[in-house]
């Protein structure tokens, strides 16, 4: 896992074992393998419940429906799949087709010796790599080039296409997998029991008046007291 050989783990034992000590290093060596044990526990235990958690949530059939989706637009959108490539090959030969190769050399003379006397023929004879040509092998490597170019058309055509079906059929079932669970977020929501309306607080008594307050909290008026008079 950490990539340590024998060498380095004997090394690391003679090294723990002079500083440890031999009467601590096996209890020291219990302790480190109980707590990989528990790391090791502990991580198995996490991935588990993340993969519990994605199960749950339907993520793990999602990621499941791209991954399919993500195969089959590759194998849409593969060359070798269309015919791309043979397309591509055909055009590629027709470009390096050459006229000269197919020519003989008694028609090559036949061509000079009869283009000769005429001054009109001599001038629609083209020469390519030293070798005459003649009108009709002109013609003929036109219309090769021509066709080549047609086909590279039509397979760039198709490939586009097929890029352009691919991304549509994705799309689609994108929105479709995006809808069917807006359509069950909905029904969960709708099913949830409605909570319950709060009971209305009692009203508080009423309070008194600060001045019915002020007046109870006043000390009772004490009556005058009436002196007597004193006998003259």
Known sequence: ???????????????????VGPKDLPRMFHALGRVTSKARGMAREFQRAMDDAAKASGLDEVKKDLNGLQTGLKAATNPSSLGINALEDAARKFEK????TVMRPGAAATATAAAAPAAGAAASVVTVGGTEIGPETKALA??????????RAKAHELQA???????????????????????KAAAESAAAPAPKPRAPRARKAAEPAPEAVAEAAKPAKK????RKKSDA
């Open 142 to 151: 036109d219309k090769r080039a021509s066709e080549a170019a047609a086909a």
């Open 1 to 19: 896992m950490l990539d340590i050989g024998w060498s380095e783990l004997v090394l690391i034992g003679v090294v723990a074992l002079i500083f």
């Open 161 to 183: 296409k097929a890029a352009a079906s691919a991304s549509a059929t994705f799309a689609a079932r994108a929105k479709a997998d995006a809808e069917a669970a807006a359509q």
């Open 97 to 100: 087709w050459d006229p000269k």
């Open 223 to 226: 009556p005058p007291v009436r």
